[in-house]
């Protein structure tokens, strides 16, 4: 496989505070290989292996993108993440859960496929005027589960099947999505802070993640990958 430069450049890291990790009693001892410092009761995260690890996801997402693969975005507990994954879904046309996780989401797709498909037959009711020729109480208790329907699973609502790689901002808040993921063998690639457990994701990125610009930093380069993989399908390197 061929090895693409994705310029990734540590100033721009310095400057997003990708960097800047948790509080120094707030952290997981395993984390210590990817911490280079302590500064002002918080620790430093090392940037140099961050943009070999963030290199590392950018070439294994260009080349899943290039082979059709599905994306599921996931970042739902900070309203700074949240608005991170969207705008990132929305570029890289992805599947996204930007709200609330639903446990058993994946595990229990059955049952999400069935509420995915009650959630299609009310959007098209809403459209095509169905809703509003039904009495008012009626139209009222749909409207309410059309808007709870859209606040849970608007992000999935064109997924047909389980994705094929997950990617999720925090790890630490995310650890439903992660674990039902781990259990099916869905690969993911998490974005950890300090206070994370490296070895549970299939690739981690040490990263700041309480930090808008640090979230998009890393959203930003994952994004370009599936779009330029996209781009190039099917391609293959010695």
């Known amino acids: 496989m061929k090895r693409r430069y994705w310029n990734i450049n540590l100033e721009e890291m310095l400057e997003a505070g990708v960097h800047f990790g948790h509080d120094i009693r707030k952290w997981n001892p395993k984390m210590a290989p990817y911490i280079s410092a302590k500064r002002k009761g918080r620790h430093i995260t090392n940037l140099i292996r961050t943009a070999r690890f963030l290199s590392e996801a950018c070439d294994l997402i260009f080349y899943a993108a290039s082979t059709k693969k599905q994306f599921l975005i996931v970042g739902t507990t900070k309203k700074k993440a ?4 969207l705008q990132a879904a929305i570029r890289a046309r992805c599947h996204y859960v930007n709200t609330k996780w639903l446990s058993g989401m994946l595990t ?7 509420r995915l ?35 849970t ?14 990617i999720i901002v925090d790890q630490h808040k995310e650890y439903t999505a992660l674990r039902e993921c781990i259990t099916l063998g869905i690969p993911t690639i998490c974005l950890i802070d300090t206070n994370c457990d490296p070895d549970l994701a299939d690739l981690s990125i040490p990263a700041n993640d309480d930090s808008r610009p640090s979230i998009r930093f890393i959203l930003n380069k994952l994004v370009f990958a599936i779009l330029e ?10």
Request: glycine share 8%.
């Open 82 to 85: 949240a608005d991170s994954v």
């Open 229 to 238: 993989g996209r781009s190039n399908p099917d391609e293959r390197s010695d």
């Open 117 to 151: 498909e009650k959630f299609r037959d009310l959007r098209i009711a809403q459209k095509t005027g169905r809703m509003g020729r039904l009495p008012k109480r009626d139209a009222a208790i749909l409207k309410r589960q059309l808007s709870r329907l859209q606040r």
């Open 108 to 114: 229990n797709w059955s049952t999400t496929k069935t």
């Open 153 to 166: 699973l608007g992000g999935i609502k064109y997924m047909t099947t389980l994705p094929d790689i997950v």
